[in-house]
């Protein structure tokens, strides 16, 4: 098994690291494809169920003492009509999106965007100080954004050598 070398500058220290590139490439894909499934899953169940909103959630399970109380009211009163399908198709295409590895930098960070929003709808957190799932989720999305995940077994490997995003180098921003 080959190993390599990862050499970085943090907090002012030289760090060098040796890692599997094998190891990691299974880490990656395997965290990239749980985290597509669990948004994919969450936006389906919500775009298959009729009934399903977000009014409850924003009007009776944000906690007391909520530090932006008034904006989750605001929008269970008046914008619904957009909350709702943002919620629903996000997540959904979010996941759909880290499942098959294409635009995997674009998703990860919409996807964080709504862990930072459910995370806020969270407070104060019940079981933690600052630390919940949904930061944990949001962290997760940024290391598989940073990494260019969707270049592993995913369709960004292949969007990258489209004619296009020669042409357009700053399409790679949303790629990886």
Not at 48 to 60: I, K, M, N, R, S
Not at 101 to 125: D, N, Q
């Amino acid at each position: 098994m080959a190993t390599n070398r990862f050499e970085a500058d943090l907090f002012g220290r030289e760090r060098d690291v040796e890692y599997s590139g094998n190891t990691v490439g299974y880490a990656l894909l395997t965290l990239r494809l749980v985290m597509g499934w669990t948004f994919f899953y969450a936006g389906v169940d919500k775009l298959l169920d009729p009934a399903w909103t977000a009014e409850g959630f924003l009007v009776h399970a944000v906690p007391e003492g909520n530090p932006f109380g008034g904006l989750w009211a605001t929008l269970a009163a008046d914008w619904l009509w957009l909350i709702d399908p943002l919620n629903a198709w996000g997540l959904t295409l979010i996941g759909a999106a880290l499942l098959v590895g294409g635009f995997v930098r674009f998703a990860a960070f919409w996807g964080a965007v709504m862990m930072a929003f459910y995370w806020a709808a969270s407070l104060p957190l019940e079981n933690g100080i600052v630390i919940d799932d949904h930061v944990v989720y949001a962290l997760l999305l940024f290391g598989l954004g940073a990494f260019g995940a969707g270049r592993i077994a995913g369709l960004d490997a292949r969007l990258e050598d489209l004619d296009l995003v020669e042409r357009y180098p700053k399409l790679r921003h949303l790629l990886g």
